[in-house]
């Protein structure tokens, strides 16, 4: 009788997206039906969109947005690694779920988690950037700065995505997670697409 291997997955988010919020709860439905142990780690579109030509209005958001994935990074630098996913779900939350605006999602939630309020300063600080940076280019190197937030690497291969709403769960995550792996298992694969029809469908009852 053989067993087969945990697989070890890597995600890497940027709490100010949307779309990699989906993908996280889904992410966390695959934990239930297949044998992955997920670490979770930060990318930035703040990082990513440096030196583009941007919309106003989203050079705007990609300015404030370096404030959510700094307090994450402060986080791990001070408590460890096991604080990343629930600070990453208590600022989800409260940005997509409860529309709030940054500075009040920080604060909740710091609060929630019992951790001390001075890591809020991170937000507007650049202590952690040096580890956010190095942290976002890991994601990067694997998968090609032409893609955004998520990115997701398991046992020696990585991919965008998927982008998927409202997140799958129970077996249509598992299954959905065992097409993904298998495309991105297969030399010479790229890219599978189709344009999106409605936005994030957040799952309040999560």
């Not at 919309?55 to 402060?74: D, N, T």
């Not at 779900?89 to 409860?98: N, P």
């Not at 959905?176 to 694969?189: K, Q, S, Y």
Request: charged fraction near 25%.
């Amino acid at each position: 009788m053989t067993t087969t291997a945990r697989a070890a997955a890597e995600f890497w988010f940027d709490p100010l997206c949307p779309w990699a919020w989906m993908t996280s709860r889904w992410m966390g439905e695959v934990q239930e039906v297949r044998d992955v142990h997920v670490t979770w780690s930060v990318m930035s579109l703040a990082v990513l969109n440096e030196g583009r030509d941007l919309p106003e209005e989203y050079a705007a958001l990609m300015e404030q947005g370096w404030g959510p994935v700094r307090v994450v990074v402060a986080a791990r630098r001070e408590h460890g690694d096991d604080i990343v996913k629930p600070l990453y779900d208590a600022l989800g939350t409260r940005i997509h779920h409860e529309q709030q605006e940054y500075p009040a999602a920080i604060a909740g939630a710091l609060e929630e988690l019992g951790l001390p309020a001075e890591l809020a300063d991170a937000a507007t600080s650049d202590t952690y950037d040096e580890e956010l940076r190095a942290s976002h280019q890991r994601a990067i190197d694997l998968v090609g700065d032409d893609v955004g937030t998520p990115v997701v690497a398991v046992d020696g291969v990585a991919f965008f995505g998927p982008v998927v709403t409202p997140a799958p769960k129970g077996e249509a995550a598992g299954l959905l997670w065992d097409g993904c792996v298998l495309v991105a298992r297969t030399p010479g694969f790229y890219e599978l697409k189709r344009s999106r029809t409605q936005g994030p469908i957040f799952d309040t009852e999560d």
